[in-house]
Every structure is written in structure tokens, then in C-alpha cells.
């Protein structure tokens, strides 16, 4: 921070002037001549002898400033008043801390490497491959999965039948006691089945994701080796026909229902205009993240090759997810089953995530800030609170936002300066300042169906959030990040068709529809 | 052999520029400033800054060229670079005494340029001064303390650790006194190492240099020769002669306010034989030899020819981008606080330079003929003309690729920078070049020369009083931040306190007029094209207002406003019967949409960019242009208008719709061109630009054009057009029978005013002369009267009719008789009209 300016007052006995002056006087001093001229009445004649005179004035009273800035410093230093040590280690720890040369020499870490490995890979032929090789791998998981939950629904069912038979028998020679230890010894071979299969699970993973990074890095080096891009092989391709055949047996019922959506090009900013894609959709929001697993599907849906090909861009995806204030909650469990139907190949598994996040935010809360409001005891998040997670095994989104609401936002009174509508600028805010550039966004602030849901409700609550958003959106123009490209706003699965019709009539009404091109 | 001398031209050693990078500061949370407004990122608060450096050019200066901001606060600073930096010679080979004293001379020099305008240098270092082929210096990199003001507004040191004096890292990290003096013991510094030839304290580690920094704060003897007897070079020391050492001693006085200042240090003995002699070299500082081109046009080419400065940084490893999502955060709190984001190593500072490769422009630019960068502006002669390259063939090509085009543009700055230098004697050949189009770089320069600036603009704007509280002070302050801010240079608080001044300026000169919201806008392209010359760009302003905007700014200006409103409605009618018609139907008139795009000349409704190009065209014109403007813009949205009504109009033009504003150059000109002077001409028109006789049409009251829907047109241009192109006219004379009878103009068609019928819009009610009304073209049908009929209703009726370019002659058939000889047209008295239509 530049050090504060001093008064003075310039004073010229001859003409009889008084004017105070800040030094350092930083606007040119012939035009404060001429104010000074313009006020005292003095013929314009004087101007060069007034300019003078007050330039050798400045110049006087701005090294005087300076002196009387750094010959304490300087001779204080001389004499030893000074901590100089404290001096060179905190000058130290700031060259080392923001100047390259004196930085921490790093490498690229493993994950860059990885990273950027694999973008490499996925922008070659050598794509088709990859996504074959993922689909495999995921395909085993998947069908694991189903064999723990088979045999886990056996057992239960089997447990089950033995409670019945014994409770039946309870009047004959079950006494209670014995009810319960055979609840306790249900209890116990239940967990320990699931615990093994889950362990056996886990290990299949890490076994694949070491199997998976290996074999990129591999074919990587194979890559550079013949320029020419070599067809890469993946390592046993052997399988992936017995699984197909396999699948038919477990096909997952897919309920058709009609797509709502509809979508708009709006434009942003009075003079200069800024494009961006709005869509309004009802769907359910899992669909955007679980990877679709028909059984015919030998190949990997052309969604899943679009997310690998913008994994490591600079055009992420992102989703809102609501959650409540504590990380990782049962809330989000769908969400997290569904990560775990596959191996992540690329980041730390959902659960190894969310136990970071909680980690970092103990950490932060133990320490008491002075800038927060908040309740230094509770470790709980608060609404407009928001964690994100990074994924590659989801279907269209690589950024998870997992924001904190709490059930104010049932009621219909909430307002612009609602936490969670506060929450929500963040998001756009950290999405601006790390490139990613399409979002999707509960319009309702809500991803269920809830009876509170009337038309009335829906209205005001799109209308908030429209408005909001684009207000957040223009401030976004002035952020210098990246911009977001498309934004989805999504109402719940099931919405009514009038719901859905009067949102995509206020929309237009609330943001301005660019001209569509005519071709003449 | 001429082509190569032309890439000689190009290949001189200084026409080298390098670029480097850093980030600047990013705001912490979500502050707002003190108006409300959120603040200004800081990396455009440094580009507007940094852009008063691009004027220096100081020859021990390597010039600054631009600054270019990325994403994330990403600031990348293009200048000079030429020549090899001190440090790479010392230890290679001595330097003798006299070339000391020379590079210390120049180093003052430069020195002395940049503390009179209150830079500091602050990272003055033997990398940091680069020794020519001629063996001059210039320095580098002047200019990030400043830009950065005072190292605010980024987040590491502005220092080089050796160099610095011992007072900058005594005030510690947070506060940094902007004091010369740093810069001359870092440069005593610089010279202690030249004169020892040896690199000071190479091997030391970080701390270890700031505590040989601080320990210069106890030395009792001389600071040189304590750093000599470190470094084992005493006998060196011993052989320096007197003056040198006495130079470099008072550079590296530990109280800074006993180092001398430049001033002081150039007056030192040691410099007498250095000082110029002669005249020509003291010439050589007042009258700047004219360049061929600057380096500044050479940059502009380079990046024309496809050079990309962040590129070039990304391909030599200064840019390193790790994917986005690696870095993402993991935990956001509802105050701001983001959590579990580690800081990007990629954002440290790297002081860097990349060079950037010019084979490609050399290339582009090869086969250029040396002729080119002299051209002949005054020849008469054939033989010399002859002689000449043929010009470079641009025309036919849109204007957007036109300025894309090096080699164009090679030829246009080459011309009209040379013509710029003539100025203002060489006035009309600016104008004529400038039809053809204005060049880019030059635009601000240009438009000052098209506006007739005067030459002692400086002086007029610095003898205004900026500073002084008026009552305008709150309104211009809320209307600075919110006028083109997604402009740098304008959304930056250089461009905001430029702003302020300007427009304090024009309402304190401008005491008759008062400040009107939209004044910024219409500053807002004088001060882009002209940031380093406030005055230039008040001056613009100053002489644009009356020449295109008389009177628009008066306190109560609705007489001037309603006259240029009906100007318009009847323009859309001359031209544009259907639509004139339609507008009129639902009630949609320009009152409601037009006025803040005349009030502002468009510079409220369109982007930059756009603004430029029109008026490019709009400055060679008068102020009857924007009409034509307007009408343009009505034009492009034809289609619709007309199949909407009222509140689709409305709305439609809330926020005006993309127009493309080539095609509306072209369309505003050509209606421009074929529309006859009078057609426009208005009774609050600024005399100096429209002087009026008793040929042209004055004394039109405004409530008189109210009722007009068709405009008048004046004697004199009909009379212009009766004689040279009688074919693109349709003279209608709607006198009585006798009245024609007695006195007419040959070839014009008689339809008396009793004989139509007005019940019904149908043409064919004008009778047997509707077949040539019907069939008659782009003609433009004048309705002749006198005092007697009512000219009112028959161009009305015309106009319903759709029949385009109908207008009313100006007094009256006896106009006609009003005219000089030279202007006479054929009038005949027939007694049978018959046996007239017959010749």
C-alpha cells in the first residue's frame, strides 16, 4: 500500500495566495497553476512565474516527505533498533512464496502427468478404445454389484424366513432371548457378508484403476514411440462378449416418459452483446449423472464421449445437488450409489472426497475466524454452504456443487438475499473463475416434487431465480473468468405441463431473446 | 536489390519486442467499492495504468506496446526488447572507464526521463538494461511499479534483491514509498558491477543477499570499496579513477536523502566529455527526426501477419495451464471463504522474457518494394507516377477484412501517417483518404485532423478547471461507471478519472449548454481512440457537439429536438412510403425510440466497435447524416415492423437488436447521397456549417413541419437536378388551370388540385397521369403549388399511395422566379396544355 499523502499549504507572499496541496502531488501542476490563477485573478502573464514557483515548491515539500519517511528508518537500522532478521525472513517468505525463482521447485505431479496423458489420448484415434476399455471395466463392477446385491437380497430373504418361522414358534420353544440372539446373529452375518463382498468390490477397483492407469500411461508411450498412431489394443478384450451375453438377464426397467424441455439463445449486457444457451427441462436430475446400462449396449453411450473429451478442458460441466448441512449426508446416498457403480479411474473414490471435505472444514472451524458469524462450536455447514466433488464416471457431468439448504426454502417468502440464492452466486462465481462453462441448476430450488408446489409458488420461486441468475450473470462479464456457455434450468420429473409452459413464457419475459438470423 | 532494402528497413535491430507475464491480485470475497458498484478487477485497473508508458519514447527507453489482459487476472506486457542485457557481457569482458561513464550517462539519461514524470523504476538491474549494437543502453521493464501502482495491485515484490536499496526492505512488505532515490542506488549498483566486472554475490542464497544488502546500512568506509575487498578485486578498485568512484560512491549512500538526483548526478565532472557538443545533436531532442514507421506500427503489423502474443508465451513455457479441474475447490462458505484450494503454481511470478519471432511478418512482408515506405503524395508527373509499385489492391474487399490485412495496412499507415504529419496543411487529403476508409492504428489521430482540431488544443484543455466541485459532479459521477464497461481502457480507474475530467471540462466551457446523461457515451469513443491525450479528445468533442450536435444540449432543447424528430418521420416517408405509413397506423413515432440514438449519435445503443466504423463515415458527413442513420436502422428491421404492432415495437426496441453496421454504413451513405441537400435541412441547423439564401428553405415554423408529413425541398435543388439530371425528377404542378397556363416549367405534369379526389388512397384518382406516378421509379416527384393551394393533402395523399420520394417545393412556383441565370430553368406560358404534353 502506497504510504498516505501529506498536507501542505502552499504559500506565495507576493500575490498574496494560500492553497493546501497534497504531496505527493500527483496531477500536473500546470493546470493547478492555472486553478490557482483562475482563483486569485491574476493575469494570465503570470502563469510561467506562478508554475515555477510552485514546481520548485512540490519538488521541496515531496523530498522532505520522503526523508522524513526513511532517514528514521535508515538510521534506526543503523543502530540496531531495528529486527532486521525479522525483516529478511519475512522478505524471504514472500519471494518464496510468489516469485518462481525462489519458489519450491516442483514437478508436475502425478495426477498432471496422468492428466494430461490422458487428453492427449482422448483427442487420437486412440478414443474409441479408451472408452471401450472403461465401458469393460465398468461393466464388471456393475455386474459385481448386482451379484452383492443377489446375494445379499438371498440372505435377507433366507434370514427372513428363518425370523418368521422362529417368531411363529415363539409359543413353542423360542423364548425371546433366543429371538434376539438370532436377531443379533442375523445382524452380525448380514454385515459381515456385505462387508466382504463391498471389501471384495473395493479391491476389484483399485485393481482396475491401477490396471487402467497403467495401460494409459502405456499406451501413451507407445503413442509417442511410432508416430504413427498405432490401433491400441486393450488388454483383454477377451470378456467383453461373455458380459453382453450375460446382461440380458438383468435389465433395468426404463420408464419412458415425455422429455420436457424447451431451449432459448439470450443475450446479455446493453451495448455489447453476450450469447449464452438457456434450457429449461423437467427431468429427473440423476439421469444427467448415471451412466445409462441397457443391456444391449455393448458400446458406451455418446454422452459418456463427450464428458471424457472435456475432462481435463476448459469446458467443464457442472450440476447443483442440494443437500443438508452435514457432508455427505443420506441425502446425497442415491447420488453416491450411483458414483459407485463404477470405478472412478481418475479421482479419489466419492466417499475419500467427502472425508476430505469434512477434514478441511473441521480444520477450518477449529480455528475460530474473526471474520464469521458463525458458531465456532458447530462443525455443521450452514445453508448457502457449498462442497464440491470432481468426477469422470458420471454420464454428462464432470463438477459436483453440493449446496446446503434447509427447509426454509419450502416456504414461499424467501427473497435475493436467501442464503441459498447467495449460495448460488458463488457457485457461479467459482464455475466462472474455473472454467466451467455449462451449469445445470434447480429452477425451483428443489430437484422433488413437494405439495407446496402450487402453480402460484412455482411462479414466484422461477421468477426469483431467473432474475437472479441473469443479475449474477452480468456481474460474471466484469469477473474476468471464463463464461458460462449454457445453462440448464431443470424442474422436477413430473412436473405439470401449465407448470412448465408458464416458466418458458417468463423466461423470454425476464432475459432478452437474441434475433434469430435471417437468411435472405 | 530494392525489395531487400525494404526488409532492411524492417530488420533493424530495435523493431524487436519480447512480452512478459504475471497475475495480478485477485479481490479477496465479494467487496463492493464505495459507490456500490463492484470493484474493478485489478488486471484492468493495471491496463489502464500501463497505458501511459506506450507514450514514452525516450531513446534509453525501450518502448512499451501493449498490454493485454488474459483470463483470471492473467496481465501480459508487451515492449521493446532489443540488444543484450549488462549482465550477460560482465565477466565476459571488461568494460573501460569511458564506456562506463557513457552507460551511466544513458542509464541517468533514462533515469531522468522517468522520474520527471514520476515513475520509479524500482527494478533497475544490470538484466534490466540492454546494451544496443550501437552501444547505447535502454532500459526494460520501467514501467510495473508504476502500472502495478506501487506493487498494490499484485501479490509479489517488485524488487531485484541485489540492486535494491536497503530503505525498500526496511518499510517492510505492506508499505512501499514511491521515492526516486531507489532507483539511484540500484543503479550505483548496477555500475559497481560494471566497473568491478564482476556479478555481485552470484553464488549467496536469498537470505543471505538481503542481509548483504542491509549490512551496506554499518559500513563505515566506502560502500564501493566494501564490496570490492568482498569480492577480491581491491586492485581494481584502486585503479578506478576519481571521478567514477566519486559517482558511484554518492549513488550508494545509504540515506537516501543525501543520494543525489539525476539532475544532481549528470552535473557531476565525470560527464563532461559526454555532454553534446554540437548542434545537431542538441537538435536531435527538440525536432524528432520523422520515423518511417514507429515500432508501434510494426507490432500492429506483426500482429496483423498472425502474431499472437499469448501464443507465443504458451509455446516457449511462460503460459503453463494445468486442467481446471485439478485445481477446483473443495469447500465454498456462504461469507466467500474458499476452502481446500491449493495456490496454483502456474500463478507465481516468472520475470521471464520471451522474445517473439518475427520471420513470419519478414516473410509476409518480403516482397515489398522499398518505394512504399516513401510515397509520392504531391507528384504531378507521369513518368515519376509510372514508376511507382502499383498500389496494393484492396478494393471491393469488406472493411473488417480490409483491416485485417498487414499488407493493407502497411500502405494506408505508411500514407496517412505521413500525411497526419502535414497536417493541418494537408487537411483535404486526409478527408479524400479517408473515404476510402481510416486505418485503425491511426483512427484517433484521424478523426482529430477530420474534426479540424487546432494544434494549441493542449493548452486550451490545461487552462480549464477540472478540479473544482460543480453541481453536474454526482450525476456524472453515477454515469461514468455505467457508460461502455466492458471496455478496459473505459471500465479501468484511469478511464473513469479521464472521464470525470472531460466531461468537468465540457460543462465548465460549455456554460450555455448543460450536462445531459449521454454525454459520456458520445466522449466515450473520443476518449478510447485518444487515452493518452485527454486533451485531444476533448478537443474532438468539443468541435464534434456544434458541427453535428447544435444545440442538442441546450437546457430546454424540444424545439430542436421535435424539428430533427419530424426531419426523420419525413425522411422514413420520402424514402420508405410502406413503412412511413405503418409507423404512423399503430402510433409508433420516433418520440418513443429515436431520441438517445440522435442525442448520443448511437454511442448509446451500440458497442465500440460498431460506433467507430460509423462514424468514420458520420465525421466526413454533416449532421443530417444520422437521420440517414436512423433510417438504416429501420431498414434493417423492416420485415419486422411491419408485421408488428405497437407493443412489439416497443419492445422490439427497448434493446435494440443486432444491426449489422457494415450494411448500414452502406445503406445510411447511399440514402445519404441520393437524397437532395434541402430534403434534410433544418431551421436549427448551426450556421456555420449551413449557410442559407433565399434559394434555400428557411422560415418553417416548427408547427407547420409538424403537419407536414412529406418534407420540402428547396428551389435551388430542384433547380440543380432540373438541369443536370432532369431525367430523376417528377415535377408535379398542382396550380389552377390558369395559373399553369399563364406560367410553368417545361416537361412538368399538370394535375390540378380540384381535379382528385381524395376519398379514397387509390392513385388512379389523380387521373391520367397516375400511369406516370405509378412507373416512375427512384424519381423524385416535387409538388408544385403557390400561395393559393392546399399542399398539405395531395402529398399526403401521394404518401398513402405508397408513392416513395414525393416532396413539397418551398415557396411555391414563384420560387422559380427567384432564380439567378446560372441557375434558370426552362418556364414556358402555354396556352394549351395538350398540344405541350405533345413536345
Given at each position: 500500500m502506497p504510504v498516505e499523502k501529506k498536507d501542505f499549504i502552499y504559500i506565495h507572499d507576493k500575490h498574496g495566495i494560500e492553497y493546501p496541496i497534497l504531496i505527493p502531488y500527483d496531477d500536473p501542476i500546470d493546470e493547478l497553476a492555472h486553478i490557482i490563477l483562475i482563483k486569485n485573478n491574476l493575469p494570465i502573464y503570470k502563469e510561467k512565474e506562478l508554475k515555477l514557483h510552485l514546481e520548485e515548491f512540490i519538488q521541496a515539500r515531496t523530498t522532505e516527505y520522503y526523508e522524513e519517511l526513511s532517514?528514521?528508518?535508515?538510521?534506526?537500522?543503523?543502530?540496531?533498533?531495528?529486527?532486521?532478521?525479522?525483516?529478511?525472513?519475512?522478505?524471504?517468505?514472500?519471494?518464496?512464496?510468489?516469485?518462481?525463482?525462489?519458489?519450491?521447485k516442483r514437478c508436475a505431479s502425478d495426477e498432471e502427468l496422468f492428466a494430461t496423458a490422458y487428453h492427449k489420448l482422448v483427442h487420437s484415434p486412440a478414443l474409441e478404445t479408451i472408452l471401450q476399455f472403461e465401458h469393460m471395466l465398468s461393466k464388471t463392477i456393475r455386474l459385481k454389484t448386482d451379484e452383492k446385491n443377489n446375494i445379499m437380497k438371498s440372505l435377507s430373504e433366507r434370514q427372513n424366513e428363518e425370523m418368521n418361522n422362529a417368531v411363529d414358534r415363539l409359543e413353542q420353544d423360542m423364548t425371546e432371548l433366543k429371538i434376539n440372539e438370532l436377531v443379533a446373529k442375523h445382524y452380525e452375518t448380514h454385515s459381515l457378508l456385505q462387508g466382504k463382498l463391498n471389501s471384495e468390490i473395493d479391491t476389484m477397483k483399485e485393481a482396475q484403476r491401477r490396471q487402467y492407469r497403467e495401460w494409459i500411461m502405456q499406451m501413451l508411450e507407445e503413442n509417442q514411440a511410432n508416430s504413427s498412431l498405432p490401433t491400441p489394443s486393450s488388454p483383454n478384450p477377451a470378456p467383453l462378449k461373455e458380459f453382453v451375453s450375460q446382461d440380458s438377464t438383468s435389465s433395468r426397467g426404463h420408464i419412458d416418459t415425455p422429455l420436457l424441455e424447451e431451449s432459448f439463445t439470450i443475450h446479455l449486457g446493453s451495448q455489447l452483446k453476450q450469447m449464452h444457451n438457456i434450457r429449461i427441462l423437467s427431468a429427473n436430475v440423476m439421469e444427467l449423472c448415471s451412466v445409462e446400462d441397457n443391456q444391449e449396449m455393448s458400446e458406451p453411450t455418446p454422452q459418456l464421449l463427450q464428458t471424457a473429451l472435456g475432462l481435463y478442458s476448459n469446458d467443464l460441466t457442472g450440476l447443483v445437488l442440494m443437500t443438508d448441512n452435514k457432508i455427505g449426508s443420506r441425502l446425497t446416498q442415491e447420488f453416491q450409489e450411483i458414483c459407485q457403480r463404477t470405478t472412478e479411474f481418475h479421482f479419489p473414490h466419492i466417499e475419500e472426497q467427502l472425508d476430505k471435505i469434512s477434514d478441511i472444514a473441521h480444520q477450518y472451524f477449529r480455528n475460530p475466524h474473526s471474520d464469521t458469524t458463525r458458531n465456532s462450536n458447530s462443525e455443521l455447514l450452514q445453508p448457502g454452504d457449498f462442497y464440491i466433488t470432481k468426477h469422470s464416471n458420471l454420464e454428462q457431468v464432470h463438477v459436483i456443487f453440493h449446496m446446503v439448504t434447509d427447509d426454509s426454502l419450502r416456504g414461499s417468502n424467501i427473497n435475493s438475499r436467501h442464503p441459498v440464492v447467495l449460495g448460488l452466486r458463488h457457485i457461479l462465481k467459482i464455475a466462472c473463475s474455473n472454467e466451467v462453462t455449462s451449469l445445470t441448476i434447480p429452477l425451483l430450488l428443489q430437484y422433488d416434487m413437494t405439495e407446496e408446489m402450487t402453480m402460484s409458488w412455482c411462479e414466484k420461486r422461477a421468477e426469483l431465480v431467473f432474475k437472479c441468475v441473469k443479475g449474477f450473470m452480468i456481474e460474471m462479464a466484469s469477473w474476468g473468468g471464463s463464461e458460462l456457455k449454457n445453462l440448464q434450468f431443470m424442474l422436477p420429473q413430473g412436473i405439470s405441463n401449465t407448470v412448465f409452459t408458464s416458466m418458458t413464457e417468463m423466461l423470454p419475459r425476464i432475459f432478452k431473446m437474441s434475433n434469430p438470423k435471417v437468411l435472405k | 536489390m530494392i525489395v531487400e532494402m525494404s526488409l532492411q528497413l524492417l530488420k533493424h535491430p530495435q523493431m524487436q519486442f519480447g512480452a512478459t507475464t504475471f497475475f495480478a491480485k485477485q479481490h479477496k470475497g465479494d467487496t463492493c467499492g464505495s459507490n456500490g458498484l463492484p470493484l474493478t478487477p485489478n488486471s484492468i485497473i493495471i491496463v489502464g495504468r500501463a497505458q501511459i508508458l506506450k507514450t514514452f519514447n525516450c531513446k534509453y527507453l525501450c518502448q512499451y506496446l501493449d498490454v493485454i489482459r488474459g483470463k483470471h487476472e492473467r496481465t501480459i506486457v508487451v515492449s521493446q526488447y532489443c540488444g543484450e542485457p549488462l549482465v550477460s557481457c560482465i565477466e565476459k569482458r571488461p568494460f573501460d572507464w569511458q564506456e562506463v561513464?557513457?552507460?551511466?550517462?544513458?542509464?541517468?539519461?533514462?533515469?531522468?526521463?522517468?522520474?520527471?514524470?514520476?515513475?520509479?523504476?524500482?527494478?533497475?538491474?544490470?538484466?534490466?538494461?540492454?546494451?544496443?549494437?550501437?552501444?547505447?543502453?535502454?532500459?526494460?521493464?520501467?514501467?510495473?511499479?508504476?502500472?502495478?501502482?506501487?506493487?498494490?495491485?499484485?501479490?509479489?515484490?517488485?524488487?531485484?534483491?541485489?540492486?535494491?536499496?536497503?530503505?525498500?526492505?526496511?518499510?517492510?512488505?505492506?508499505?512501499?514509498?514511491?521515492?526516486?532515490?531507489?532507483?539511484?542506488?540500484?543503479?550505483?549498483?548496477?555500475?559497481?558491477?560494471?566497473?568491478?566486472?564482476?556479478?555481485?554475490?552470484?553464488?549467496?542464497?536469498?537470505?543471505?543477499?538481503?542481509?548483504?544488502?542491509?549490512?551496506?546500512?554499518q559500513a563505515s568506509t566506502s560502500i564501493l570499496e566494501k564490496i570490492a575487498r568482498e569480492h577480491n578485486c581491491l586492485e581494481r578498485y584502486l585503479s578506478i579513477p576519481d571521478d567514477l568512484k566519486d559517482l558511484i560512491e554518492a549513488c550508494l549512500n545509504v540515506h537516501p536523502n543525501k543520494r543525489p538526483t539525476c539532475e544532481e548526478l549528470l552535473i557531476k565532472p565525470c560527464f563532461d566529455s559526454l555532454k553534446p557538443k554540437d548542434m545537431a545533436e542538441k537538435n536531435e531532442d527538440i525536432y524528432r527526426p520523422f520515423q518511417i514507421f514507429t515500432l508501434h506500427e510494426f507490432y500492429h503489423w506483426w500482429q496483423l501477419a498472425g502474431g499472437d502474443v499469448p501464443q507465443e508465451l504458451k509455446k516457449q513455457g511462460l503460459i503453463r495451464s494445468t486442467p481446471p479441474i485439478l485445481s477446483i475447490p473443495s469447500l465454498v462458505l456462504i461469507e466467500g471463504t474458499i476452502l481446500g484450494q491449493d495456490r496454483n503454481?502456474?500463478?507465481?511470478?516468472?520475470?521471464?522474457?520471451?522474445?517473439?519471432?518475427?520471420?513470419?511478418?519478414?516473410?509476409?512482408?518480403?516482397?515489398?518494394?522499398?518505394?512504399?515506405?516513401?510515397?509520392?503524395?504531391?507528384?504531378?508527373?507521369?513518368?515519376?507516377?509510372?514508376?511507382?509499385?502499383?498500389?496494393?489492391?484492396?478494393?471491393?474487399?469488406?472493411?473488417?477484412?480490409?483491416?485485417?490485412?498487414?499488407?493493407?495496412?502497411?500502405?494506408?499507415?505508411?500514407?496517412?501517417?505521413?500525411?497526419?504529419?502535414?497536417?493541418?496543411?494537408?487537411?483535404?487529403?486526409?478527408?479524400?483518404?479517408?473515404?476510402?476508409?481510416?486505418?485503425?492504428l491511426l483512427r484517433g489521430e484521424i478523426w482529430a485532423a477530420l474534426l479540424s482540431v487546432r494544434s494549441?488544443?493542449?493548452?486550451?484543455?490545461?487552462?480549464?478547471?477540472?478540479?473544482?466541485?460543480?453541481?453536474?459532479?454526482?450525476?456524472?459521477?453515477?454515469?461514468?461507471?455505467?457508460?461502455?464497461?466492458?471496455?478496459?481502457?473505459?471500465?479501468?480507474?484511469?478511464?473513469?478519472?479521464?472521464?470525470?475530467?472531460?466531461?468537468?471540462?465540457?460543462?465548465?466551457?460549455?456554460?450555455?449548454?448543460?450536462?445531459?446523461?449521454?454525454?459520456?457515451?458520445?466522449t466515450a469513443p473520443f476518449l478510447f481512440l485518444n487515452f493518452n491525450d485527454e486533451a485531444k479528445a476533448f478537443a474532438c468533442l468539443s468541435n464534434f457537439v456544434p458541427k453535428f450536435l447544435y444545440n442538442f444540449f441546450l437546457k430546454d432543447n424540444s424545439a430542436v429536438i421535435e424539428e430533427y424528430l419530424c426531419k426523420?418521420?419525413?425522411?422514413?416517408?420520402?424514402?420508405?412510403?410502406?413503412?412511413?405509413?405503418?409507423?404512423?397506423?399503430?402510433?409508433?413515432?420516433?418520440?418513443?425510440?429515436?431520441?438517445?440514438?440522435?442525442l448520443t449519435l448511437f454511442s448509446h445503443v451500440f458497442p465500440l466497435y460498431k460506433i467507430l466504423h460509423l462514424w468514420d463515415k458520420l465525421l466526413l458527413c454533416d449532421s443530417s447524416f444520422p437521420i440517414h442513420i436512423g433510417l438504416s436502422i429501420l431498414t434493417q428491421l423492416r420485415d419486422r415492423l411491419l408485421t408488428s404492432g405497437f407493443n412489439e415495437c416497443i419492445l422490439l426496441f427497448s434493446d435494440l437488436p443486432e444491426v449489422d453496421i457494415e450494411k448500414c454504413v452502406a445503406l445510411s451513405s447511399c440514402t445519404y447521397e441520393n437524397t437532395p441537400k434541402s430534403i434534410t435541412s433544418r431551421e436549427h441547423e448551426n450556421e456555420v456549417y449551413h449557410k442559407k439564401s433565399n434559394l434555400d428553405i428557411t422560415g418553417v415554423s416548427l408547427n407547420e413541419l409538424k403537419n407536414e408529413l412529406c418534407p420540402r425541398i428547396s428551389v435551388r435543388d430542384v433547380a440543380n437536378i432540373l438541369l443536370k439530371n432532369p431525367h430523376k425528377m417528377l415535377l408535379i404542378d398542382i396550380r389552377n388551370t390558369r395559373a399553369y397556363k399563364r406560367c410553368s416549367v417545361v416537361n412538368s405534369t399538370h394535375i390540378p388540385f380540384s381535379s382528385v379526389s381524395f376519398t379514397e388512397n387509390i392513385i388512379e384518382n389523380v387521373g391520367r397521369d397516375s400511369d406516370l406516378l405509378k412507373s416512375k421509379g427512384e424519381k423524385?416527384?416535387?409538388?408544385?403549388?403557390?400561395?393559393?393551394?392546399?399542399?398539405?393533402?395531395?402529398?399526403?395523399?401521394?404518401?398513402?399511395?405508397?408513392?416513395?420520394?414525393?416532396?413539397?417545393?418551398?415557396?411555391?412556383?414563384?420560387?422559380?422566379?427567384?432564380?439567378?441565370?446560372?441557375?434558370s430553368i426552362p418556364c414556358a406560358s402555354v396556352g394549351d396544355p395538350s398540344e405541350r404534353q405533345r413536345n
Open positions: 532517514s528514521a528508518l535508515v538510521s534506526n537500522a543503523k543502530e540496531n533498533k531495528l529486527n532486521l532478521e525479522e525483516i529478511i525472513e519475512d522478505w524471504e517468505k514472500l519471494m518464496g512464496e510468489e516469485v518462481v525463482e525462489f519458489g519450491e | 561513464r557513457q552507460i551511466a550517462f544513458q542509464c541517468i539519461g533514462g533515469l531522468q526521463v522517468l522520474h520527471k514524470k514520476k515513475i520509479i523504476h524500482r527494478t533497475l538491474s544490470n538484466e534490466n538494461i540492454l546494451l544496443q549494437a550501437n552501444n547505447e543502453i535502454k532500459l526494460f521493464n520501467y514501467g510495473l511499479y508504476h502500472m502495478s501502482d506501487a506493487g498494490s495491485l499484485v501479490s509479489f515484490p517488485i524488487l531485484h534483491v541485489l540492486y535494491t536499496a536497503p530503505e525498500v526492505f526496511l518499510n517492510g512488505l505492506s508499505n512501499s514509498i514511491a521515492d526516486p532515490k531507489c532507483d539511484i542506488w540500484s543503479l550505483g549498483i548496477c555500475l559497481a558491477e560494471l566497473i568491478l566486472n564482476k556479478l555481485l554475490w552470484s553464488s549467496l542464497k536469498l537470505g543471505q543477499r538481503i542481509r548483504k544488502v542491509l549490512s551496506m546500512l503454481p502456474a500463478t507465481l511470478y516468472d520475470p521471464r522474457i520471451v522474445k517473439m519471432p518475427l520471420d513470419t511478418l519478414y516473410q509476409r512482408f518480403a516482397h515489398i518494394p522499398f518505394q512504399v515506405f516513401y510515397p509520392l503524395i504531391h507528384s504531378q508527373s507521369d513518368i515519376i507516377e509510372k514508376s511507382n509499385p502499383p498500389p496494393y489492391d484492396a478494393t471491393g474487399l469488406p472493411l473488417i477484412i480490409k483491416e485485417r490485412d498487414p499488407e493493407y495496412q502497411l500502405h494506408r499507415v505508411i500514407l496517412l501517417r505521413r500525411l497526419l504529419h502535414g497536417y493541418p496543411f494537408t487537411s483535404d487529403l486526409i478527408v479524400d483518404e479517408a473515404k476510402k476508409d481510416i486505418p485503425p494549441n488544443y493542449a493548452t486550451e484543455y490545461m487552462r480549464i478547471d477540472k478540479y473544482t466541485h460543480t453541481s453536474t459532479d454526482r450525476q456524472i459521477e453515477v454515469d461514468i461507471p455505467r457508460c461502455h464497461q466492458y471496455n478496459e481502457l473505459l471500465s479501468s480507474s484511469e478511464g473513469h478519472k479521464k472521464l470525470k475530467r472531460i466531461l468537468k471540462a465540457w460543462v465548465y466551457k460549455n456554460s450555455q449548454y448543460v450536462y445531459w446523461q449521454g454525454l459520456d457515451s458520445l426523420f418521420s419525413q425522411l422514413i416517408a420520402f424514402h420508405d412510403p410502406q413503412l412511413a405509413n405503418h409507423l404512423r397506423d399503430i402510433n409508433f413515432y420516433p418520440q418513443l425510440f429515436a431520441i438517445p440514438w440522435f423524385i416527384v416535387v409538388v408544385v403549388g403557390d400561395e393559393e393551394t392546399d399542399l398539405e393533402t395531395f402529398p399526403k395523399f401521394l404518401l398513402q399511395c405508397n408513392i416513395s420520394k414525393v416532396c413539397v417545393l418551398h415557396g411555391g412556383f414563384n420560387k422559380f422566379l427567384e432564380l439567378p441565370a446560372s441557375l
